[in-house]
């Protein structure tokens, strides 16, 4: 068993090394993912991306195992990369960093740099929920989407106001698609409830108004892929 533990890979890497190496890349990145799903904000949560995040950082860490100190090599992984085309486009700016984010880990790790791995992995990880719980960089915080079609013939276009008033702590029209030669919309709005618990009082009482109908209530907060 002492054998195989110390048995060398490529003169670099014991078996008991590539384990460990996995093992914290594994590890740290889990917290990366964690950290991504609870500060994650808006409507393009996706479940693979996250597991997409862990398997980067758990490649990128065999990958520069195998490299070493070798260039030819190397080059020819670099090679091998570039074949590889992603079809799904990011979404969000931030998911772009979170994935630089578990390659840098992966590549940390797979150097046997554990240390950087683990403070800054600790370190950015600290700075990311502090943003998150500070909600830095916003305007404004809603998270929601409302969704419903006005019948102008029936009903005037801001019928609607006194609902908004009753259960909203702010609205902001994000789009009218006009319906039926202009004579109907589609409104979508951000909004943030008073009290969320009670956005189906709000969603009974518009569709009880002349003219309003398919009113929807979408929590950003809910694992949506688009």
């Known amino acids: 068993m ?6 060398s890979v490529g ?4 078996a008991g090394q590539i384990i460990l190496n996995l093992l914290l890349t594994f590890i740290l990145v889990m917290l990366i993912a964690y950290f991504y799903q609870k500060t994650h904000r808006g409507l393009s949560y996706s479940q693979n991306f996250v597991a997409t995040i862990i398997l980067m950082s758990l490649i990128t860490t065999v990958a520069m195992m195998v490299i070493g100190n070798n260039l030819a090599v190397a080059f020819g992984l670099l090679g091998a990369f570039s074949i590889i085309r992603f079809r799904t486009a990011v979404k969000e700016t931030k998911d772009t960093g979170f994935i630089f984010f578990a390659l840098v880990e992966g590549m940390a790790v797979g150097t046997n740099n554990h240390l950087i791995a683990i403070i800054s992995t600790l370190v950015l990880l600290a700075v990311i929920w502090l ?6 960089g916003s305007m404004q915080r809603n998270e929601y989407l409302l969704t419903f079609t006005v019948n102008y013939q029936e009903n005037p276009p801001d019928s609607f106001a006194g609902v908004f008033e009753k259960h909203l702590k702010n ?3 994000l ?3 006009s319906k039926n030669s202009g004579h ?3 409104m979508i709005y951000s909004v943030n409830f008073i ?4 956005s189906n009082d709000l969603v009974q009482e518009l569709s009880a108004i ?4 398919d009113v929807h209530v979408i929590s950003s907060k809910a694992d949506i892929e688009y």
């Open 2 to 7: 002492n054998n195989l533990i110390h048995l």
């Open 11 to 14: 003169g670099n890497f014991s």
């Open 131 to 136: 943003l998150h719980k500070i909600n830095f």
């Open 171 to 173: 609205s902001l029209l």
């Open 175 to 177: 789009n009218i698609n």
């Open 184 to 186: 109907s919309a589609e």
């Open 195 to 198: 009290d969320a618990d009670k």
């Open 210 to 213: 002349s003219g309003v109908g």
